[in-house]
């Protein structure tokens, strides 16, 4: 059973900067897509990014896109959501997301099998 654990949260305000983690464990994450999602309150969740375990091929939503890198540290099963720039609007709960045997790079919530319990980000104005 593959197991997300999400760390890093947190509040900063408008202009700061935030590192995710997402620790993964329970399988071998070479054939993975992995990713994060985000819910903030009275929304509906929304994809954030994604990235291909092996290869490093990264997605991102438009409204994330030139602030928020992905990326992944093969030799410890973790990936992480550097986040710069970070707005008011930013303000969500977080979900590292996980699909084995991923040919293509999911961007919707169907698209992943596993998620973390999620951890919340607050970027005040």
């Known amino acids: 059973q593959v197991q997300l654990v999400e760390s890093g949260g947190g509040l900063v305000q408008a202009g700061g900067s935030l590192r995710l983690s997402c620790a993964a464990s329970g399988r071998t994450f070479s054939s993975y897509a992995m990713g994060w999602f985000r819910q903030a309150p009275g929304k509906e969740r929304e994809f954030v990014a994604a990235i291909r375990w092996s290869g490093g091929i990264s997605y991102y939503a438009d409204s994330v896109k030139g602030r928020f890198t992905i990326s992944r540290d093969n030799a410890k099963n973790t990936m992480y959501l550097q986040m710069n720039s970070l707005k008011p609007e930013d303000t969500a709960v977080y979900y590292c997301?996980?699909?084995?045997?991923?040919?293509?790079?999911?961007?919707?919530?169907?698209?992943?099998?596993?998620w973390g319990q999620g951890t919340q980000v607050t970027v005040s104005s």
């Open positions: 997301v996980a699909r084995p045997d991923a040919i293509v790079v999911p961007t919707t919530e169907n698209g992943y099998r596993y």
